[in-house]
């Protein structure tokens, strides 16, 4: 089994910064993709950004140039760095990672247990 845990969000004003953090433990043979995704009310949840073992990133649009991904992976570490935050970041974020936990064996997909990030004057 492989445990997720996020710190990091909270409430901000417009403008303001925010760094989440999500740890991974447990049976890890190797860690692929990292990731964060997030979800307002009422909407679907999406990939804000992703980062691979090689270091190559996938930014959505929305947060490009404002939010940036990064990884360590001596500490199964994956950091999002959000600047300029706006009212319409506000959602509940999660962590995600593609792990192997044996090799041979598949990838498997673990999800953390979200953090409310809201961005309010």
């Known amino acids: 089994q492989v445990q997720l845990v996020e710190s990091g969000g909270g409430l901000v004003q417009p403008g303001g910064s925010l760094r989440l953090s999500c740890a991974a433990s447990?049976?890890?043979?190797?860690?692929?993709?990292m990731g964060w995704y997030r979800q307002a009310p009422g909407k679907q949840r999406e990939l804000v950004a992703g980062?691979?073992?090689?270091?190559?990133?996938n930014i959505a649009d929305s947060v490009l140039g404002r939010f940036t991904i990064s990884r360590d992976n001596a500490k199964n570490t994956v950091y999002l760095q959000m600047n300029s935050l706006k009212p319409e970041d506000t959602a509940v974020y999660y962590c995600?990672?593609?792990?192997?936990?044996?090799?041979?064996?598949?990838?498997?997909?673990?999800w953390g247990q979200g953090t409310q990030v809201t961005v309010s004057s």
């Open positions: 995600n990672v593609v792990v192997r936990t044996t090799m041979p064996g598949p990838t498997q997909n673990y």
């Open positions: 447990g049976s890890i043979f190797s860690i692929y993709t």
């Open positions: 980062i691979a073992s090689t270091g190559a990133t």
